[in-house]
């Protein structure tokens, strides 16, 4: 089991090891393990970040924040996309349905509604 899965808008998806930095546009989804609720699954912010090993969205003042505090220890950035609406459906669909992670037990505060 891979511990994230990034979604991209050309329908790719990509699983990067330790140490290689994802490609840094085209985002629309980030499915990732979580020990509290199964599976994380993150979507519809403008940027997403990869600290610890773990990824989080926001919009460019809470990415620069991020940057001006934990700079050293965020190991990528990828930018988010607004695609038309029947292409995200489809992606969360994908991302919920991804049989590499856990069954999500609960929406954590941080996870956007669909």
Not at 14 to 31: C, F, S, Y
Not at 52 to 78: K, N, P, R, S, T
């Amino acid at each position: 089991m891979p511990p994230w899965r990034l979604y991209r808008d050309d329908g790719t998806t990509e699983e990067t090891p330790a140490g290689v930095r994802a490609r840094p546009v085209g985002a629309l989804v980030i499915v990732q393990s979580d020990t509290e609720v199964g599976r994380m699954v993150l979507h519809r912010w403008n940027w997403y970040w990869l600290r610890d090993g773990v990824w989080y969205g926001g919009d460019v003042f809470g990415l620069l924040d991020q940057m001006q505090h934990y700079a050293h220890q965020i190991e990528c950035v990828a930018q988010g996309r607004t695609v038309l609406n029947a292409l995200m459906a489809d992606t969360l669909m994908r991302a919920h349905a991804d049989p590499d992670f856990p069954p999500k037990s609960a929406t954590l505060p941080e996870e956007r509604g669909p």
